[in-house]
């Protein structure tokens, strides 16, 4: 079996699919793409182009190296996306041919269901206790939300006391019979992530994600030693490497990679199992459409330190389409008591509404996240 083709889709909301073809008509699909960067990976996935036409797609682990180690450059949000969408797509190939799911490849199931949680909110959280209650119907007990809108590297106490009073509003409202992460997003320096952790701790949230950003990792391990809060991180680090500096340094309780950004099932396979080794749970960080959901799963469900995945049905960044909106086969989605069971079907276990993906793919918005400023008129993490 050779590959003869390559072909990408950029479609709403903000997602991109990509089909791989083979010369005996088994044809596999993967999601490379950064928010907001579409293009620019789209553009890096026809550059790996040469490394894959031609060649076998049973060789992943072989075509996965070449395309990291032939180019003297690597790595990085770009060109590790791109590898992640080709590498989902090869998987889902290899699991069609054998008639097996990808799961099952990789050793099979550590466990039967695996725990879902859903965002609240928006970029501007607000009134968010009624969508809990509304997703609380659904079957769903764990949520996440932005702790915080913009924040200056010294903010107020105002600013603080409005980040707090949210959350204690949530604990007042539901007690413990629910559990949310709160997400700093990245828009916290390590001056004010200090003040916020100590004021939060007393509401006793799951996690705190992105408590700064992956630039400053190096406070991951003194924020830890502050707070009882368990720290989480990776969605901005792209491969193994990357990973072990802040697993060997500690702090963080919570990795999340991007099965679409950091190298595909096959990296984030090592990525979970260093983190075993350092005791740390695995979370896998998805926003995203259906294929980069499915490979999550299949990634959770052979990872015995996997604990919670994210997933991106409601989300408030969905505008002009959904996640189920690519998929023929709805159902192996559904999410019951907040969980989902393992997708039984060869491969990824996504069947790809490919007429509908053409259709939206033609008038597919260029997506870009806002920017943001301070009262100084400075740009604003977002």
């Given amino acids: 079996m050779k590959i003869i083709k390559l072909t990408t889709y950029r479609v709403p909301p903000r997602w991109m699919l990509l089909k791989i073809e083979t010369d005996e008509g088994v044809v596999g699909w993967g999601e490379p793409v950064i928010e907001g960067r579409a293009r620019s990976v789209e553009t890096a996935v026809q550059e790996m182009e040469p490394y894959l036409i031609g060649q076998d797609p049973a060789r992943i682990n072989d075509l996965w190296q070449t395309m ?73 007990n764990t949520f996440k939300m932005n702790a915080t809108e913009e924040l200056g590297m010294l903010d107020t106490s105002a600013k603080v006391d409005e980040a707090v009073r949210r959350v204690a509003e949530i604990r007042e409202a539901f007690g413990t019979t629910i559990e949310f992460g709160l997400d700093f997003h990245g828009r916290v320096a390590a001056p004010m992530a200090k003040v916020l952790l100590r004021e939060l701790e007393p509401y006793r949230p799951l996690f705190v994600e992105e408590p700064v950003l992956a630039e400053q990792a190096e406070y991951y391990p003194r924020l830890a030693e502050q707070t009882s809060i368990p720290l989480a991180a990776g969605e901005r680090m792209y491969s193994r490497f990357e990973f072990k500096h802040v697993f060997a340094a500690g702090g963080l309780s919570i990795v999340q990679p991007d099965l679409s950004h950091a190298g595909g099932i096959t990296e984030c396979v090592k990525i979970a199992a260093m983190a075993e080794a350092y005791d740390i749970t695995l979370a896998p960080h998805c926003p995203l459409g259906p294929v980069a959901l499915a490979s999550c799963l299949h990634v959770d469900f052979v990872s015995y330190n996997a604990v919670l995945q994210e997933q991106s049905m409601g989300i408030h960044y969905n505008k002009g389409g959904e996640l189920l909106d690519y998929v023929i086969n709805k159902d192996d989605f559904k999410i019951v008591d907040g969980y989902c069971n393992p997708l039984t079907k060869p491969g990824l276990g996504v069947e790809v509404d490919e007429e509908r993906v053409i259709e939206a793919s033609k008038n597919a918005p260029d997506w870009r996240n806002p920017v943001w400023r301070h009262e100084d008129g400075s740009v604003a993490e977002w």
């Fill in 68 to 140: 990291y180690r032939a180019g003297f450059y690597r790595g990085g949000a770009i060109f590790m996306s791109a590898i992640a969408g080709i590498d989902q797509a090869l998987w889902d190939i290899k699991g069609k041919v054998l008639g097996k799911p990808v799961y099952e490849l990789l050793g099979g199931l550590v466990r039967d269901r695996m725990k879902m949680y859903s965002w609240v909110g928006g970029d501007r959280p607000s009134d968010i206790i009624e969508q809990m209650r509304t997703l609380q119907k659904g079957g769903f």
